[in-house]
């Protein structure tokens, strides 16, 4: 395996910390040289491999490194750090929901991930790379830092958590633009925790400057190994259309554009080595309030294409709420293949409103699922490609949720609480809201409270009282007699 750069194409040691090309400054890759070697098994006999691992009770074989050749081949299992991340769920909508859509759909739910997020497949990766340099004497005392919108640090807390005391961690976070669910998670798993001013953009330059000048890993996607890990996501997708994706759409959040990146590599490597006969059409999504990905796709006319960052405004989608995605030439090699593979275009952007990602979140969740916002801004971005005919009503969507509801509730409870700052420009449409409700008798004689226990015949009548007004206010019918 080699680190190969996206600018220059001359290739680097795997086995030293790399993040840019030393020579020309460009993002790189990880190519893995025994790629040819893969084409001497035959797309049947690996898909027979891998639905045979899916059976196998080998921990460090249950997750993303089921697909071991395809992600950290020179990485021994033994190096491999499992805490229960991949092999994530993919649920079909209702069919209340695909009416409202217009076209059948799954979300696959990476917020299943240990630390609800999909950020763990690409720590998974890193941090067993960073593993493997340990036990080979290679890497000690390593300090493992990043700048995050949230997920990306609880996730490498809780992976350099697991590893102590080789490893520890230190975490950048844009202060006052992460939510209260995020913080508590690398402050929970013991990391090092800064909040800096500004917003992620900013962060992202603050650590990047740090790893030029002192000795870190840096844990962030422009690390390689990161987007190696966050490929086991369209693995996992080919496994269980049962290796068909033909009609098959991947809808994903752009935020630094490092999943989008994964996701058609992932793809482009299984189709080379003859496991899938198709690629599957790639749709990514932006908000209108973080959209240079969008706008950069916006010119039709591929050599007119320019890319210029965007300043960020207030967005629901936090966790994508980014204005010059480290990744972006990634995306633009990446998709240029893909489509060259394909034989047509492939890769489309959407953009969607603040006000559409609440909406389909709360929709969505509404039907059974727990997307997170990023998770409503695919759903959206899904729609309106549907209303755009960029896919038809024969296509079949898998729709990334990429994190847990229950991490982004306050921007929910902003809605519900008809709170969320003009700035997001979101309204609350009554249909979703949702508030408690206090039931109590009215007089506080019959009210217990912890440290007031009611006697008898009181207790009696406040339990009869709370009855009656719960069954009221759903209209329950008495049992007979
Ligand atoms: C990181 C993240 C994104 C954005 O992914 P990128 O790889 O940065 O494009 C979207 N949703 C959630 C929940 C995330 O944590
Ligand atoms: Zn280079």
């Not at 993040?19 to 049947?44: A, F, K, T, W």
């Not at 490092?258 to 990514?284: D, E, H, R």
């Not at 039709?300 to 204005?323: C, H, L, T, W, Y």
Request: proline residues 5%; aromatic residues 10%.
């Amino acid at each position: 395996m080699v680190y190969e750069c996206l600018g220059c194409s001359k290739t680097h040691s795997i086995e030293t910390l790399l993040y840019v090309c030393p020579d020309c400054n460009h993002v790189l890759m990880i190519r893995n040289e025994q790629d040819q070697e893969h084409q001497s098994i035959s797309g049947d006999l690996w898909r027979r491999i891998f639905d045979y691992r899916k059976m196998l009770k080998i921990p460090s074989m249950k997750g993303i490194y089921r697909y071991h050749e395809f992600l950290g081949s020179i990485i021994p299992l033994e190096s491999v750090v499992y805490l229960g991340e991949g092999h994530t769920p993919i649920v079909e909508s209702n069919m209340r929901l695909q009416e409202k859509a217009g076209l059948r759909f799954f979300f696959k739910n990476d917020g299943q991930n240990p630390s609800a997020s999909f950020k763990d497949r690409g720590m998974a990766s890193a941090f067993s790379a960073l593993k493997y340099f340990m036990d080979r004497n290679i890497l000690s005392d390593v300090i493992a830092v990043c700048a995050s919108t949230g997920d990306t640090s609880a996730a490498a807390a809780l992976y350099a958590a697991y590893l102590q005391p080789g490893i520890k961690s230190a975490v950048l976070l844009p202060h006052k633009k992460v939510t209260p669910q995020q913080l508590s998670q690398p402050l929970g798993s013991g990391a090092k925790v800064f909040e800096i001013p500004g917003v992620f953009d900013d962060c992202m330059k603050v650590v990047e400057h740090l790893a030029s000048h002192y000795t870190v890993a840096l844990l962030n996607s422009k690390n390689a190994w990161r987007i190696l890990g966050q490929e086991s996501y369209s693995y996992e997708i080919a496994q269980d259309f049962d290796w068909n994706l033909e009609n098959v759409v991947v809808v994903v959040p752009i935020g630094n554009a490092g999943n989008i990146s994964a996701v058609m590599n992932g793809f482009m490597k299984f189709f080379q080595a003859g496991i899938i006969q198709t690629l599957p059409k790639i749709i990514g999504v932006q908000s209108e309030h973080a959209d240079p990905v969008f706008k950069y796709y916006l010119e039709e006319n591929e050599e007119k294409r320019e890319f210029k960052p965007v300043d960020v405004k207030p967005s629901v989608a936090q966790a994508a709420m980014i204005g010059n995605p480290v990744s972006m030439p990634r995306v633009i090699s990446l998709a240029r293949q893909y489509n060259q593979m394909t034989g047509k275009r492939n890769v489309f952007v959407c953009q969607v409103s603040e006000q559409e990602i609440m909406d389909w979140q709360l929709e969505a969740n509404r039907n059974g699922h727990i997307a997170c916002t990023q998770g409503g801004e695919s759903l959206a971005g899904l729609v309106k490609a549907y209303q755009t005919n960029l896919v038809g009503a024969t296509e079949t969507a898998v729709v990334d949720a990429t994190a847990h509801a229950i991490k982004f509730s306050e921007f929910q409870n902003l809605y519900f609480d008809g709170q969320i700052p003009d700035a997001f420009r979101v309204d609350s449409k009554s249909e979703f809201v949702n508030q408690p409700s206090l039931v109590s008798p009215s007089d506080p004689m019959l009210v217990p409270t912890q440290e007031k226990r009611l006697e008898k015949e009181r207790f009696t009548e406040f339990v009869h009282q709370v009855t009656n007004q719960i069954a009221q206010n759903l209209d329950l019918k008495q049992i007979d007699g």
